[in-house]
């Protein structure tokens, strides 16, 4: 346990994330008047520079910089994005980039000003180029995306904290949801019509927890309702393996969905039934070939590094068996390990299995991309990430997934139906040289019952948003 001792509270949470990445899997909270260290608790007192004068952002900034070296020197350790604690560091090249900044200049500014490696700012400047190559022809300002969440699970994992709920216990209440969801997604269609529709994203949870005939009747709906003549994409995430069968897959090429997800995490049997999936490795290749044989030629696979008990050896591993099944995308997260997951809430369960995630576990990933002539296109962050690093999407160029790349920059307007969906209503300053955009969200209650029970409550709060705004 690390308390952390300081005379400013604004500058706690900027303290807490620096502390935390320098010191993973180690509680750190607040010394409080109340709080009693034992001995082998550490007190960590953090001084607060000089900040006259400064606004709110440069004032934080002065903090994390001198934090940042003050934590540096005490553990000899540099982190590879410096003091970056922000979600979408390629936002900030992206913003440098239609500036009319320099390569040069967005490099320097990462390694300079944020003490980030030469690699991240690399890495930062290549997706950035990537997703301003993909988005320069298309009129985001105008249209909008769609997101259908699908809040349910064959079961939920060790490290998830998204709002997710295990079928089993709540098979019961689908078929009400999809009906609660069908209901938004036409008020949605009506309220929308005359706009551009550019993508489609069905998430979860994960969506083929639904029937084939349930799938079938959302996607009827989708198509049914909406104008799609201009729509460029349109995704499910068919995740676990567990969860589907060769009628799903046939449903969705039926509605011309383009691109899925199958999601090993891992292809190592052990991992998988420490991390509470239902399925073995034989599953997910069981589950890629059916997807090949039902016509879907745009397959992410997602993977995550830092495992509990996963090192280079199992990665490797990993990776090589990704590398024989050749999908056309591949998305490599760092385990951020959430407070409301069971990896944390049971921590203690679970600290003789190490965290392991390495620059060279990273560069075995880039590698693998390379091989299958993928390239980066988009990256984010979260807090608590095992080694500090990141979450980054590959894909083979020209079969990128441009929602990905909107809702991580946040350039346009994404609706967004279902339990737990977060609306993101993007409003562009057309007179501002500088790009800049006020975001404004619309929250869904996550939990299920709650949802089918509101939903008219939950469609009158769009209806009044879009009534009051113009976007």
Not at 212 to 240: H, N
Request: hydrophobic letters at 35%; proline letters at 3%.
């Amino acid at each position: 346990m690390i308390y952390i001792k300081i005379d400013n509270d604004v500058f706690y949470d900027d303290a807490v994330v620096l502390v935390r990445s320098f010191y993973p899997r180690t509680e750190v909270m607040a010394l409080k008047a109340d709080s009693k260290p034992e001995e082998n608790d550490e007190i960590l007192s953090i001084e607060v520079p000089d900040i006259t004068g400064l606004d709110k952002k440069n004032a934080h900034e002065v903090f994390k910089d001198s934090l940042y070296k003050k934590l540096s020197e005490k553990t000899g350790k540099k982190l590879p994005w410096g003091y970056l604690t922000g979600v979408r560091p390629s936002k900030i090249a992206y913003t440098m980039l239609e500036e009319g900044a320099t390569e040069e200049q967005i490099k320097k500014h990462f390694m300079d000003r944020h003490y980030a490696s030469e690699e991240k700012a690399d890495l930062a400047l290549t997706v950035a180029r990537k997703e301003l190559d993909i988005l320069t022809d298309m009129d985001y300002k105008t249209g909008y995306s769609l997101y259908i969440g699908i809040p349910f699970c064959p079961s939920i994992c060790l490290y998830c904290s998204f709002s997710s709920y295990a079928l089993g216990a709540y098979k019961d209440y689908v078929d009400n949801y999809v009906d609660a969801l069908i209901k938004e997604i036409r008020y949605v269609a009506e309220s929308m019509k005359g706009r551009r529709l550019d993508t489609v994203y069905m998430g979860g949870g994960t969506p083929t927890t639904l029937s084939a005939a349930q799938l079938d009747k959302v996607l009827t709906v989708v198509e049914e309702t909406f104008d799609l003549s201009a729509c460029r994409e349109l995704t499910v995430e068919a995740g676990r393996p567990d969860s589907v069968t060769p009628d799903k897959f046939k449903v969705l090429k039926a509605h011309n969905v383009g691109r899925i997800s199958i999601n090993p995490q891992t292809m190592n049997q052990k991992t998988l039934d420490l991390i509470g999936r239902k399925h073995t490795v034989e599953d997910i290749k069981n589950a890629y070939a059916m997807a090949r044989e039902a016509g879907l030629d745009n397959i992410n696979m997602d993977m995550i590094l830092g495992l509990p008990g996963e090192g280079v050896d199992e990665v490797y591993h990993t990776l090589n068996e990704i590398k024989a099944m050749r999908p056309e995308s591949l998305t490599v997260h760092s385990l951020a390990i959430k407070r409301a997951s069971r990896l944390n809430i049971l921590r203690q369960q679970y600290t003789e299995l190490s965290i392991e995630n390495t620059d060279s576990i990273i560069a075995m990933t880039e590698q693998t991309a390379r091989d299958l002539k993928m390239q980066p296109y988009y990256m984010y962050r979260q807090k608590n990430m095992a080694g500090n690093f990141e979450n980054v999407g590959y894909a083979v160029p020209g079969l990128e997934c441009i929602y990905n790349i909107l809702i991580m920059e946040e350039k346009q307007t994404i609706i967004a139906c279902g339990a737990g969906a977060s609306t993101k209503v993007v409003f562009h300053n057309e007179s501002d040289d500088n790009h800049s955009v006020r975001i404004e969200r619309i929250e869904n209650v996550k939990d299920v019952r709650s949802y089918v029970e509101r939903i008219d409550e939950m469609i009158e709060r769009k209806r009044k948003f879009f009534g009051e705004n113009e976007f």
